[in-house]
């Protein structure tokens, strides 16, 4: 019995939906803590794809309780949308419990998202455009709404009013684009509530007494530890703390109650929109890796760079995180290739950095050092335990723990539930 918190460990869509999804049998309840529909999570279930946005990877079956925690930034017409789209494919959807705590997207931020990116031009962070920065900017500035909010037809009306009539101003007399009417959000936020209502709990209490109770509860995180607004690569980061510490902030309970911590670590890295990215590949490799990976995002659609895999990256979001194991996804995509590169460093300025700098204009100069490795040729897609792996694979996941010092629970070797090799049970180990 253990209380799980999965991350990722790079610039996100390291697999994290795929991860909680098998890790979701063994546990009975599955929390998002933080992000908003930002986030795309792809799970493959028999023949079927879903692509999660907002829900818990864990709805796919048809016994747990999924929880979307305070943390989160809700857009309700997403989270509906999400619904019906699950409940026509026969998804049963009513164990979803949302936190009364969690901010609400409104149209304005979503608006404020696309004006900024325009009106920053080159220099844009490239984000999805969904209004998740605007809505956390306002939850600082303690001007948000909450679910709370949005079920109370006249605080709802009252907040909305006055926001807009700053925002507005903005709109007109800094970006020159047309106002938003309040009325018209108000009510389609209305019609929202009435259909989130029956959904909205205290869930600080709901997972205190499941933790209580012995339950095994799985913290899903969105993003990954290099977007984290903390600890990422700022300003090219989401709004929110995608790292493990956020879990208790954004789900409501304290630390001392967080067992253990996943990091999902994709076999070699990809980040979508604008920033850093030290062992990006340019050119025919990473064309390789983008078709056989799959590298298209799956919020935007925006093809993925491709680059080697980053140990200092994956090092630095072990101490970040404090990671007890690793899930290493998509080994498969990797099959075929004659030389594979790890990188262990960053050579700037005539010096070996081994830590993750903070400065961008480090990082632009930073030069990968890198350990090259022979690949495999064999099909692993049909291997199902570690030992059958090639010598080649087992030595390339071995080199990834010699240089992060993490450990490896899980291997990906395909999309498929069934397609996952287990060294660890993550849940089996108590405290
Ligand atoms: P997330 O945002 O971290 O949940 O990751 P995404 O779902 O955005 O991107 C990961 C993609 O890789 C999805 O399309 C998954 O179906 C796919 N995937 C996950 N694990 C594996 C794996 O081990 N092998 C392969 N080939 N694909 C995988
Ligand atoms: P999952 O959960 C990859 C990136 C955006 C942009 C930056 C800021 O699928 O791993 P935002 O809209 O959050 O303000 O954009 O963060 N980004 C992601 N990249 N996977 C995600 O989520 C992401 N969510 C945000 O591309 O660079
Ligand atoms: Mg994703």
Redesign the pocket.
């Known amino acids: 019995m253990a209380t799980v918190v999965l991350v990722?460990t790079q610039?996100?869509?390291?697999g994290?939906?795929k991860v909680t999804d098998y890790l979701a049998a063994k546990a009975d309840i599955v929390v998002r803590y933080q992000?908003?529909n930002?986030?795309?999570?792809t799970v493959v279930v028999g023949e079927e794809v879903f692509r999660l946005h907002l829900i818990p990877s864990g709805i796919l079956y048809p016994d747990k309780i999924c929880v979307i925690g305070n943390g989160v930034v809700i857009d309700p017409a997403v989270l509906i949308n999400e619904l019906d789209a699950l409940a026509a494919r026969e998804v049963p959807t009513a164990r979803l419990v949302i936190s009364e705590r969690a901010h609400v997207i409104l149209p304005y931020h979503r608006y404020l998202?696309e004006l900024e990116e325009d009106k920053k031009g080159a220099g844009k962070?490239?984000?999805?455009?969904?209004?998740?920065?605007p809505a956390y900017v306002d939850k600082v500035g303690r001007v948000g709404v909450r679910m709370i909010d949005l079920l109370d037809t006249e605080t709802l009306r009252r907040k909305i009013r006055q926001n807009l009539e700053d925002k507005n101003h903005l709109f007109s007399r800094v970006f020159g684009a047309e106002p938003l009417d309040a009325d018209a959000i108000t009510r389609d936020y209305e019609r929202y509530a009435g259909r989130l209502a029956p959904l909205v709990a205290d869930v600080s209490i709901l997972l205190h007494e499941a933790i209580d109770q012995g339950k095994n509860i799985l913290f899903e995180?969105?993003?990954?530890t290099l977007?984290d607004v903390d600890h990422g690569t700022y300003p090219?980061?989401?709004?929110?703390n995608?790292t493990a510490a956020a879990a208790a902030l954004g789900a409501g309970i304290g630390p001392t109650k967080i067992d253990r911590v996943v990091g999902v670590c994709k076999a070699y890295t990809?980040?979508?929109?604008?920033?850093p990215f030290p062992t990006e590949l340019r050119g025919e490799m990473a064309d390789r890796i983008r078709e056989r990976g799959g590298e298209y995002?799956?919020?935007?659609g925006?093809p993925?760079r491709c680059g080697w895999l980053d140990a200092v990256i994956v090092r630095y979001a072990a101490r970040i995180n404090g990671l007890d194991f690793l899930a290493v996804t998509k080994l498969d995509v990797l099959t075929g290739l004659d030389t594979l590169r790890i990188c262990r460093g960053y050579r700037y300025g005539g010096q070996l950095l081994t830590e993750f700098p903070a400065s961008l204009s480090v990082l632009a100069g930073a030069e990968p050092v890198y350990d090259e490795l022979p690949g495999w040729d064999e099909d692993i897609s049909g291997v199902r335990l570690y030992e059958d792996l090639p010598p080649r694979a087992q030595d390339y996941l071995e080199r990834i723990t010699e240089l992060t010092g993490v450990p490896v629970a899980l291997v990906g070797v395909g999309t498929r539930r069934s397609q996952m090799l287990v060294r660890h049970d993550v849940f089996g180990q108590g405290k």
């Open positions: 990722g610039w996100g869509d390291e994290k939906g992000g908003g930002n986030a795309g999570h998202d962070i490239g984000t999805t455009r969904r209004g998740i920065g995180g969105a993003q990954g977007l090219y980061v989401t709004s929110s995608p990809t980040r979508v929109g604008e920033g995002g799956t919020t935007t925006r993925r």
